[in-house]
């Protein structure tokens, strides 16, 4: 079974606070990708990378940033949180070639306060 | 870039009926058309896609269909059962970085 890991389930943290949100796959994808999800707006695109030390911008790069040091670990980064911060955050992963399936983490629920 | 637009945003039917959810994309480039599952407090899981070189796929009780030249696809259920109660996510990628862009998802219901 793939298995997509995010290190947390959920988070509270205070405006202003740096907060990293880890992420792990097992299947030696090449392609990982942070979405954020809210209510009535679906899946939305926050930074992708498609191998080691690199990253591409999504949709909705602002007020994040993104790290991967290793093939399998992804990290997102809210530099300072804010509340409008506050949802799901859903990473994923696929193999480089495009047509694909991607498997999705648990999810992390962030509240920032 | 990509922008998928999703209808209905919620869907009720009573079990046994068929449920059809409709999705249209922007991006002509885009050949890969997946659907995901999301059930309460899960994560979204792929319950079938279609590519672009295909009309219409089935599995079962689940079946895609895509007109490449409206560039519309949409899922059909049929013979809905209670645990079909879930959001659907459609969604569309080019054979780039394997991107989705995703709709922005259909809460379907199915009362016994």
């Known amino acids: 079974d793939v298995k997509v890991t995010q290190s947390s389930r959920y988070l509270v943290k205070r405006t202003g606070e740096k907060v990293f949100l880890e992420c792990v796959q097992d299947?030696?994808?090449?392609?990982m990708f942070w979405y954020r999800q809210d209510p009535g707006l679906g899946l939305r695109l926050i930074y992708f990378?498609?191998?080691?030390?690199?990253?591409e911008k999504g949709d909705i790069p602002e007020g994040y940033s993104v790290s991967r040091e290793k093939k399998e670990r992804f990290s997102l980064i809210l530099e300072s949180a804010s509340t409008n911060q506050t949802s799901m955050y859903l990473c994923a992963s696929s193999p480089l070639q495009g047509g694909t399936e991607a498997f999705f983490g648990q999810g992390t629920r962030l509240t920032v306060v | 870039g990509e922008n998928v637009e999703q209808h209905p945003s919620t869907l009720s039917v009573q079990e046994g009926d068929s449920a059809v959810i409709k999705c249209t994309y922007s991006d002509s480039a885009s050949n890969y058309f997946p659907w995901y599952k999301q059930e309460l407090g899960k994560r979204p899981q792929l319950i079938i896609d279609i590519r672009s070189n295909v009309g219409e796929k089935k599995d079962q009780r689940i079946a895609v269909t895509l007109n490449k030249t409206a560039k519309h696809f949409s899922l059909h259920i049929t013979e809905t059962q209670p645990e079909d109660s879930a959001v659907y996510f459609c969604a569309a990628s080019d054979s780039g970085y394997s991107t989705l862009t995703f709709g922005k998802g259909t809460m379907l219901l199915v009362s016994p």
């Open positions: 299947m030696d994808h090449e392609n």
């Open positions: 990378s498609y191998d080691v030390k690199m990253k």
